[in-house]
Structure formats: structure tokens, C-alpha cells
């Protein structure tokens, strides 16, 4: 049974062939909305599409680079196809190198900036005017705890990432008048793809001890925060950094 009514309504979700964003997909269209599944990789988004019309929903794939500035109308436009644009949650992100930062490589560094930052600037570009158009809508920013703390020999995510929150707050003062939501997601570690291939095991579990309930956060977990935030039911909502970081930042 759905939680929210996303009904009447098409949804973009970036990075939505892996971890966070297939689970936002996912929990999306469970809940009604036409999801448009980006991603770098056409066959992953192809699976998650493919999982979300086996499960009686309604999405479909779109191969994207985020950091393309010219994917993002196209993206918006795809998604109009589906029905009027009034969910996107930016959540295409990368780790980038782990060096400290006199050791980082200039190009890591611009690439980093480039998904995680630039990316957010060009799609909310894109979809804020299409939001307006359609009577208005909600965005969600998949930040992260490091938008609001640092760690070390991550300086590009955790800059990136504390910009994320800043550009939310700013795209919420300029278009709540119009009827257009805007927060960030600041999730804990969550066991995903992008963490499990960057870290062993033995950080895993010193980080897992780091979060007040003794692990990491599921996709799924992330997910239920994003798809009430996009909901009608968080309509006094905006402008606003969500944790969901199981303790993480509590100490
Ligand atoms: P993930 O499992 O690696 O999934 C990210 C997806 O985005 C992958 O399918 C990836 O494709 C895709 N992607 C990467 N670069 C892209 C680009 N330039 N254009 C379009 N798609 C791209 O990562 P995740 O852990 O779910 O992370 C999702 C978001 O949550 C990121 O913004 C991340 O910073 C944030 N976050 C994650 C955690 C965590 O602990 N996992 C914590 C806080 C915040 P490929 O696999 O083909 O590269």
C-alpha cells in the first residue's frame, strides 16, 4: 500500500541505477509517481526500470553524465513525457580520490565538483522552470552527513557536498513563492555500492561504530525520508538539510 500520493505526477531521479537512487526510484514509483530511472549506465538503468514495471509501477530509462550540462533539458523533457515534472531528486555523486588535500589531483578534484556540485546547479536549472510550469513541485539534493562535518582524505565530496546544502537553501528562498520545494538529504554511511568498492572491511566496521546504532544505513532507509520530502505531506518543508545518519553526527 503506498505511503504518499505521488500519483499524476512524472519523477527524475539521477544515479537511480545503484544504491540511494534505485532505492528512491523504487519507492517513488511504489508510491505513484512516473519515474524517469537516469543513470550513467544504460543497463543498470534498464534493471531498475524494469524491476519498477515488474512491481506494477511505471518508469522509464534514460542514459546520462550528469556533469554533461546538456543532459539536464533533456532529462526534464523525458520526464515531461511521463507526466507533469514535479518530483527530482538529484542524487547522482561520486567519492573521488582518497588523498589529503595537497595530494589531490587537479583533475579529481574538478571531476568531483563537476558530479557533485555542478551537476546539481544544471539540473535545478532545468527543473525548476518546469516545476513552476507545471504548478509547482519538490526537489530533493542528496547531500550527505559530510555536507555538515569533514573527514579526512575527502576533501572534494565533503566540500562538495556542504556546497550542496547551500545551494539548496538559497533554490528554497528564491522559489517557495512558485510553489517549488527544495531540501537535502544528508545520509550517514550507507551500504552501498559507491561505499562497499571504496572501503574494507575494516573501515567498514570502524565506521559502522561511528553511527550511534552500531551500523550502516540501508538505501531503503534513505529512500522513505526522500519520498516523504517530496510528498504533499512535507508541504511546510523546504529550504531545509534532512539527516539521516543513524547518530552519526550526535557525538
Ligand atoms: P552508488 O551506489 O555508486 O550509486 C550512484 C549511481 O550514480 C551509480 O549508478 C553511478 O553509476 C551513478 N553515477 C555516477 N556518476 C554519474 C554521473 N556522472 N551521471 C549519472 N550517473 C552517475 O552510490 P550511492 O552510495 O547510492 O550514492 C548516491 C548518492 O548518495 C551520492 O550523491 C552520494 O554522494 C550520496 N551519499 C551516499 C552515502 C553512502 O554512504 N553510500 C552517504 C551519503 C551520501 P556507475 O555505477 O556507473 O558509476
Redesign the pocket.
Known amino acids: 500500500m503506498p505511503t504518499y500520493d505521488l500519483a499524476d505526477r512524472s519523477a527524475l531521479v539521477?544515479?537511480?541505477?545503484?544504491?540511494?537512487?534505485?532505492a528512491v526510484a523504487l519507492e517513488l514509483a511504489r508510491n505513484g509517481a512516473a519515474v524517469l530511472v537516469?543513470?550513467?549506465?544504460a543497463d543498470?538503468a534498464q534493471r531498475v526500470t524494469d524491476e519498477i514495471t515488474a512491481a506494477g509501477g511505471t518508469a522509464a530509462a534514460a542514459v546520462?553524465?550528469?556533469?554533461d550540462p546538456a543532459v539536464h533539458a533533456e532529462l526534464v523533457a523525458a520526464a515531461g513525457r511521463m507526466g507533469p515534472l514535479k518530483v527530482a531528486v538529484n542524487?547522482?555523486?561520486?567519492?573521488g580520490e582518497a588523498a589529503a588535500v595537497a595530494d589531490c589531483s587537479t583533475e579529481g578534484w574538478l571531476r568531483v565538483v563537476d558530479?557533485?556540485l555542478n551537476?546539481v546547479f544544471h539540473g535545478l536549472k532545468a527543473q525548476i522552470p518546469a516545476m513552476v510550469a507545471a504548478g509547482g513541485g519538490a526537489i530533493v539534493n542528496?547531500?550527505?552527513?559530510?555536507g555538515s562535518v569533514g573527514i579526512a582524505q575527502s576533501s572534494a565530496?565533503v566540500a562538495t557536498?556542504h556546497a550542496v546544502v547551500g545551494l539548496t537553501k538559497t533554490a528554497a528562498l528564491e522559489y517557495s513563492a512558485q510553489g517549488v520545494r527544495v531540501n537535502a538529504v544528508?545520509?550517514?554511511?550507507?551500504?552501498?555500492?559507491?561505499?562497499e568498492r571504496s572501503l574494507d572491511a575494516a573501515t567498514l566496521d570502524a565506521l559502522a561504530a561511528q553511527h550511534a546504532t552500531g551500523r550502516?544505513?540501508t538505501?531503503e532507509e534513505?529512500a522513505a525520508l526522500t519520498a516523504f520530502l517530496v510528498s504533499d505531506a512535507a508541504s511546510f518543508v523546504t529550504g531545509s538539510y534532512h539527516l539521516v545518519d543513524g547518530g552519526y553526527s550526535a557525538h
Do not use: Q
Open positions: 539521477t544515479g537511480a541505477g545503484s544504491g540511494i537512487g534505485r537516469a543513470d550513467l549506465s543498470a546520462a553524465d550528469v556533469a542524487n547522482a555523486g561520486i567519492g558530479v557533485n551537476a542528496m547531500a550527505s552527513v559530510l565530496y557536498k544528508g545520509p550517514g554511511f550507507i551500504s552501498t555500492p559507491l561505499v550502516l544505513g538505501s534513505v
